[in-house]
């Protein structure tokens, strides 16, 4: 059994690493809220941004039309290109890993044409692109907790680049999905060929499109892919922050019941300490007696 003096070394460790993981987990929280808001905020409009260009596809122009446009052109797909989200840093629970998993399994089982192309975005993302020899074409890391949409736009327009010049046939973004402070799902969805979106319930004949749903339609498209891809990154930013919380929430509760743990084994071994030097002292004193 260890001796009263390690295991109160261990205990004002363990302590110190309960404030550490504390702290941290206030920080989080405070980090956490700012970046739900962001995501709230940002998926009424990229969804009514989705429900306009429904409106100026399916109401507008025929398919035909719609094959003029080179973001919407479906073809057989030989290659295929993946955008990697992940957080930048770990201490975040299972959050890279969960990522890092649904990535292999698109890879090995989805992908088209071999290997896919991968544009990194975080640090975890490219550290396991780079350890798995991926075709690692881009990397973005350091965005910060609050990225802007001029952020991203770098990213999307490599990702249009790739897809225009034939280099892949389709795109697709991997990234955590926030669905609340508990669950963060690992999503796969396609960002080229832009699939054509539901239009609204609105009649067209009420809508008038100037100078008209062809333009508005080829300036839109491209925005549409920032637009999504702001979002996911937004989703990336707060499903990092609210798992790292629950993570550091579960450290410092552990450490907390490590502690006590070992306050009984401290108690326990100062018990053994003074029953060994009670028994001493009765066996020097019947020693002096005989």
Known sequence: MPNPREIRRRIRSV??????????????????????????????YSERLRQ?????????????????????????IRKTAIILITPDRGLNGALNSNILRRTVQYIREEAVG?????IAVGKKGRDFSIRTSQNVVAE?????????????????????????????DAVHIIYPQFV????????????????RPEGSSEKAD???FEPNAEVLLNQLLPRYVEVILYQAVLENVASFYSAQMVAMRNATDNAKELSDDLNLALNKARQAQITNEVAEIAAGADALRT
Do not use: Y
């Open 15 to 44: 302590r110190n690493m309960a404030q550490i993981t504390r702290a941290m987990e206030m920080v989080a929280a405070s980090k956490m809220r700012r970046a739900q808001d962001r995501v709230t905020s940002g998926r009424p």
């Open 180 to 195: 609340n402070t508990l669950t963060q799902k690992p999503t796969v969805v396609q960002l080229l060929p832009i699939q």
């Open 140 to 168: 973005f890391i350091q965005l910060g907790d609050r990225p802007s949409l001029n952020d991203v736009r770098p990213v999307a327009q490599i990702a249009i680049k790739e897809f225009l010049d034939g280099n892949v």
């Open 52 to 76: 306009v260009l429904g409106d100026l596809a399916s109401l507008q122009l025929d398919s035909d039309q719609l094959q003029a446009f080179p973001l919407l052109a479906e073809r057989e």
């Open 206 to 208: 009420d809508f008038i």
């Open 114 to 118: 071999g290997s896919p192309e991968v």
